[in-house]
């Protein structure tokens, strides 16, 4: 019996990193078991309770919003048409497959990514490099605010071409 309360405290910080994104690296395709084109209700059933449900009310189109992981604020997902189409990092430790993380400054981009597409559509202070897979499905987006990466997304090829979220 004294070892119950460590076997429900184990249970208990096992279920609570269950959707813990540290570790895991933003692929172009995936995030964990974030899966681009996975169902949100298969998302809802994976998560049990993790994901916020957004209010029809509430979404940027009729078929398009923006949601998130409770316990992981810093990724935002898109959701369109009922699945996941993109990935949003924000904050530290979000990290590419390719080693590029959040933090890291241009050079180490370009460096890593030196076929990189530069969008000219931003000011002088911010800019944004794009990487499109091989099979031209899913692209990955770097932002950056001077010379530093402030933030990565990745998605589909059609989510990633949309400026500002679902428009």
Known sequence: MKNFPILST???????????FRSDDLKFERL?????????????????????CVPKELWASKN?????LKHNPEITLMI????????????TPGRAASGIAIGDNITKL?????????IENTSDLT??????????KY???????????TAISSGTTYAMSLDEGCF
């Open 110 to 118: 370009i460096k890593r990514y030196p076929q990189s597409k530069r």
């Open 139 to 149: 692209a990955m987006k770097f932002y950056l605010t001077g010379s530093i990466v």
């Open 10 to 20: 184990l249970i208990l910080c096992s279920l609570c990193s269950a959707a813990d």
């Open 32 to 52: 964990g078991k974030l899966k681009i084109g996975q169902n949100f209700e298969d998302l809802k059933k994976d998560f049990g309770g993790q994901i916020h």
């Open 80 to 91: 369109l048409d009922g699945k996941l189409v993109r990935i949003d990092l924000t904050a």
């Open 127 to 136: 800019a944004e490099f794009l990487i499109i897979s091989d099979d031209r």
């Open 64 to 68: 398009c919003y923006h949601t998130g």
